[in-house]
């Protein structure tokens, strides 16, 4: 889950999860709905940081009318001197038109490796099927989409050379411990209850509100440009997650988030949840932020079938189940006012 965590949580989680699937906390997975675009060649071993900068430049320069790679910010040990990371975000854009804003991330959490390559993969789909295939066209024709697959490069580093169960940033707490959970330093309801005080904890929230630059990126670019949806990857478990995430009460758009999940979860199998009803709140993470402040409809998706999100073999199966949606529904990210797509037109809160 987006908690992955010590090892008693993940027991925890294991426990929690059927039982919630007890508890009739589950979409119905209907018929899945494959894509009509060509699928691009799934990886079959992950990238590093080196090798995704190399694509995205590759990328850009076969797709210069249609993509835009832009440096968003800087990891925090580059702010200190240290390291040499940025983020990156990747705009896909088509001319003409009111355009709608659609982020997708990747990588909050440095054991995660899957969620980089989801949202590669999402782009590589996208650009490879823009004008030839309608469904692809329809969406360009609405949006704007932009893809940052690695918010945390320094830990994503450590995760690959020195130890994989790492999950936070490499913030120097000073204290000999490191790291800030990057999904528990957005600032809305920023430490709610308490949570996540301790630097050594697996979700230490960090010393303040968008403390670390890797958050501060992601504010700056969606305050830019306010998405209307943003799908945020983490990994696994196969759930399509919405706020709130700091509470198990329900948020004053709970029926449009939840159907609109449902929706989601329908085109690839996956089960829906509310984050606060997970095993444990998780105040800080970057929906209750983006749909507090922006209105965005924001949706996580813990993708993979298990825990072992580093298991190379299945990077295939994973990433083309995850282009079912948003690739393959005409309805998405809106257009025939069917179902619960009509509200993804505007956001839920100016
Ligand atoms: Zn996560």
Redesign the pocket.
Known sequence: ????MSNRARWLAMVAIPFLLLTGFTGQAAGVIPPTGRLPIAPSTFHTYASLVSELRNLSRDHPSLLTVTLIGSSWETTQGLANRSLFAAEVHVPGGTKRDILFMGL??A??WI?LEVVVYLLRYVLLNAGNDSRVDAILARANLWFVPLVNPDGFEYARLNDSTW?KNRHDNGDGTFGVDL?RNYGYMWGSGGFGTSTSDPEYRGPGPFSEPESQAIRDLAVAHPPVLSLSY??AGQWVLYPWSYTRLPTPDDDRLSNFAVEMADANGYRVLQEGRATHVNPGNSDDWLYATLGTAPF?F?VGLDFNSQNAPSIGAVVRNNANRPCADPRWPSASGTGGSIWVESRLRP
Do not use: C, P
């Not at 889950?1 to 992955?4: I, K, L, R, T, V």
């Open positions: 889950m987006s908690a992955n909050h959490h054991d995660e969620s999950r999904n983490h990994s996580t813990e």
